[in-house]
C-alpha cells in the first residue's frame, strides 16, 4: 500500500519548514514509511498531528495514518476515520469512508453507529455531482445491503426485508445477489 503523495515534501526538504518540528516529523515519518518502519512512521505523523499545520496536510496526514494502521491491522483507524469525515465532509472519498466505518461498526455489533454512517452514504445522494453519480450507485447499493444486514441481525425483520428488495440489481455481482436473494427469502 501507497501513502498519499505528501504535499510540501519537497518544500520542506528544500525551505524553512525543515527547521520547524512538524516538518521534520513529516519527513521522518515519510522516510520510515518507506522503508516499511510503519510504527516510526506513526509515531512521527502523530506528533506532527499535534502541531498545528495547514489544513490540507492534516487532511493528508490523516488519510495516512488509516493506511497505517490498517496494515498495522489497529481498529484506532476508525477513529480518525470518524476525524476525518468530522474535519472534511465534503472529500470525495466520504461515503467510502462511511462505508468502512458502518461495515466496522456492524461487525462490532453497534448497530446505531452503523446505521448512521450508512443512512449517511444514502442521504449523501443529494449532493453528488452528476459526473460521480454512476461511483455513488455502488455506494448506494452497499450502504442498502449494510443496513438490510444490520436489521437482519436486529431480528427486524420487515425493515430488514424492505431494504433487501431496494437493492437496485442491475450491476450487481451474482454471488452478492444470490446471498441477497437468500436473506430477502429469509
Excluded at 520542506?12 to 510504527?39: C, D
Excluded at 499535534?50 to 483507524?77: E, G, H, S
Excluded at 469525515?85 to 452503523?114: N, S, W
Aim: proline share 3%.
Amino acid at each position: 500500500s501507497e501513502v498519499d503523495t505528501l504535499p510540501y515534501i519537497k518544500q520542506i526538504k528544500t525551505s524553512e519548514y525543515l527547521t520547524t518540528p512538524w516538518g521534520n516529523q513529516i519527513v521522518f515519518g515519510w522516510m520510515a514509511f518507506r522503508r516499511n518502519h510503519l510504527i516510526q512512521s506513526e509515531q512521527q505523523w502523530q506528533k506532527a498531528l499535534c502541531t498545528k499545520l495547514p489544513q490540507d496536510m492534516d487532511k493528508i496526514l490523516i488519510k495516512n495514518l488509516c493506511k497505517i494502521y490498517k496494515l498495522l491491522q489497529n481498529p484506532v483507524r476508525f477513529l480518525l476515520y470518524e476525524k476525518y469525515v468530522e474535519d472534511f465532509p465534503k472529500e470525495q472519498d466520504i461515503p467510502r469512508v462511511h462505508l468502512a466505518l458502518g461495515y466496522y461498526y456492524l461487525t462490532c455489533q453497534v448497530f446505531d453507529r452503523a446505521l448512521l454512517h450508512c443512512y449517511k452514504v444514502l442521504n449523501g445522494t443529494c449532493n453528488i455531482e452528476a459526473s460521480h453519480l454512476e461511483e455513488y450507485e455502488d455506494y448506494v447499493i452497499w450502504a442498502q445491503i449494510e443496513i438490510a444486514q444490520i436489521y437482519l441481525e436486529q431480528k427486524q425483520y420487515e425493515k430488514a426485508y424492505d431494504f433487501f428488495s431496494k437493492i437496485h440489481f442491475k450491476k450487481t455481482e451474482t454471488t452478492i445477489l444470490a446471498d441477497i436473494l437468500y436473506k430477502r427469502a429469509l
